[in-house]
């Protein structure tokens, strides 16, 4: 084993070890571990530096991955935003108060530069060495995890499943991404991964309100893609050679038109109609009420402006829930009216009369099987 191949290893095990004895040291506050982590990670990186000599990293290939890391984020944010739409959001850290910065931002950041800049050292020192490169992502992770888990106690077999499926799978998936990238791109794009991975919650004013598993299930994800287009734009060939990037076949800017603004254009679309900021707002039919005109799993889009008569299937709420059935009677109340309802598959009429301000539109178009994804998304939010 050569002299940096040693050095390489005696790192990692004494990053993971004091790691473990940070982690299990008790009577110790979570604010001081974290110093702890930073510091002990710096200490590293700055030894690690003054003893390796890490290679230098191609400045095109940095610009590339990042091209691509970038065109990831946002594909993955107009995809999330969507799903909100669907689901809701929830209200994040942002704005960051004192507290939120001091014990929230300033640590993540803190850790994640630390973090990258001992990566960007061990890897560079063991270019192409696949052992090394496995060795200085498992100790990277576990500090990853530690960090993460902060003083959790694991005392059953469920929380152990808890933690390996919301905890260590997209840390562990971040990690191989990170070090692949270290490898072929330098420093630049991993950082800008980990820094939007790490601080989003505190830079969004909202996020979709998915359940953890979710969220891990998307970082999981997430990673794998980055992994697929930097690979495909920085072939293995061009990086060991060393040689440039053949523009010919790899136009990140070209496909990136090509490809992503028909998806845009057609999400803006969707979010327009699924939002209701114009006339026009679609909804998923939940139930199958309206069998056989439409079933459940179908959407339905309704038009916020349109006249209503007796016959016309009307969109409306109802203890906080949209409905979707067919007007049988209009009566005056007053200067105000009141629709009676009824759903084409159910033997008697509702039981209410619905009031000229509960009204949201008139169902004017039917999309077959189009809501089946959105209803089968809520059903599996429902039950996680």
Known sequence: MKRNEKTV?????????????????????????????????????????????????????????AKAVVIVLIATLIAGFNFGLIVGFSTTLFPPNFQRFFYGLL?????????????????????????????????LATVGIFAEMG??????????????????????????LSTYMMERAGMMPTLIYRLA????????????????????????????L???????????????????????????????????????????????LISGIFRYKMIAVASGSM????????????DKKAELEVGDVMAFTNGGRIVTHRIIKIEEDGKKKVYYTKGDANNTEDNYGVMESLVLGKVSYIVKYVGLPTVWFNEAIGNL
């Open 197 to 224: 991975r790490g601080l989003y919650l505190y830079i969004l004013p909202i996020a979709p309100a998915f359940s953890q598993y979710l969220y891990s299930v998307m970082w999981v994800i997430v990673p794998f």
């Open 9 to 65: 290893v005696i790192i990692s095990i004494l990053l993971i070890i004091l790691a473990t004895v940070v982690l299990f040291t008790p009577n110790i506050s979570s604010t001081l571990k974290t110093i702890l982590y930073i510091g002990l990670i710096a200490l590293l990186a700055l030894i690690s530096n003054a003893l390796l000599k890490p290679r230098k990293v191609n400045r095109g290939y940095a610009r590339t991955a």
């Open 291 to 302: 069998s056989p005109t439409f079933d459940r799993g179908d959407a339905v889009v309704y």
């Open 107 to 139: 640590p993540t950041l803190g850790i994640i530069v630390a973090q990258e800049f001992l990566r960007k050292t061990l890897v560079g020192s063991a270019y192409e060495n696949k052992f090394m490169l496995l060795i200085i992502t498992i100790a």
């Open 226 to 272: 980055v992994y697929r287009l930097v690979k495909r734009d920085l072939p293995d060939e061009v990086v060991k050679q060393g040689g440039k990037i053949d523009k010919s076949k790899n136009n990140l800017k070209r496909n990136f038109s090509i490809i992503t603004i028909p998806i845009i254009i057609m999400m803006a679309t969707l979010v327009s």
């Open 151 to 176: 003083g959790l106690e694991i005392n059953s077999v469920e929380l152990v499943f808890i933690v390996t499926c919301t905890v260590v799978l997209p840390i562990v998936a971040e990690g191989l």
